[in-house]
């Protein structure tokens, strides 16, 4: 099942979600429009592995500026609160399956010392 998320409830997602897969579109997109059926496949056929959503960013102005947000579709994976994965463009049922064997074989333990270390030396940059 494709959750709508809003500003209101996508912290809440995010939080009580191990993965969530987003999918950032707009009605007015055509590309958004044929990936629909695709997107609305996977996550029915994978709704035990992760949490599907959609943030319309005509609705959800304030979500599509957070995560800047440039071109649509853009997909966005999360696991354990952090940002894993972000591109736009469609991807085939073939790639989002690949996507997300890699995003469930992540060592979270690595890649949360990667984003500490990351974040450390943005700090050290902007002490400069």
């Known amino acids: 099942?494709?959750?709508?998320?809003?500003?209101?409830?996508?912290?809440?997602?995010?939080?009580?979600?191990?993965?969530v897969?987003?999918?950032?579109?707009?009605?007015?997109c055509g590309p958004c429009k044929s990936f629909a059926p695709t997107f609305e496949a996977f996550a029915e056929a994978h709704?035990?592995?992760?949490?599907?959503?959609?943030?319309?960013?005509?609705?959800?102005?304030?979500?599509a500026a957070h995560f800047q947000i440039r071109s649509i579709p853009t997909l966005m994976i999360?696991?354990?609160?952090?940002?894993?994965f972000m591109q736009?463009?469609?991807?085939?049922?073939?790639?989002?399956?690949?996507?997300?064997?890699?995003v469930k074989g992540l060592d979270m333990d690595e890649v949360r010392r990667e984003v500490a270390e990351y974040q450390?030396?943005?700090?050290?940059?902007g002490a400069e």
């Open 1 to 19: 099942m494709v959750m709508n998320a809003t500003k209101d409830n996508f912290a809440e997602i995010i939080e009580n979600n191990d993965i």
């Open 21 to 28: 897969v987003v999918d950032f579109w707009a009605p007015w």
């Open 47 to 63: 709704k035990d592995e992760a949490a599907f959503v959609k943030v319309n960013t005509e609705e959800e102005e304030e979500l």
């Open 88 to 102: 736009p463009g469609v991807l085939p049922e073939s790639a989002l399956e690949q996507l997300l064997e890699q």
């Open 120 to 125: 450390a030396k943005e700090q050290e940059k």
């Open 78 to 84: 999360f696991r354990e609160k952090i940002v894993v």
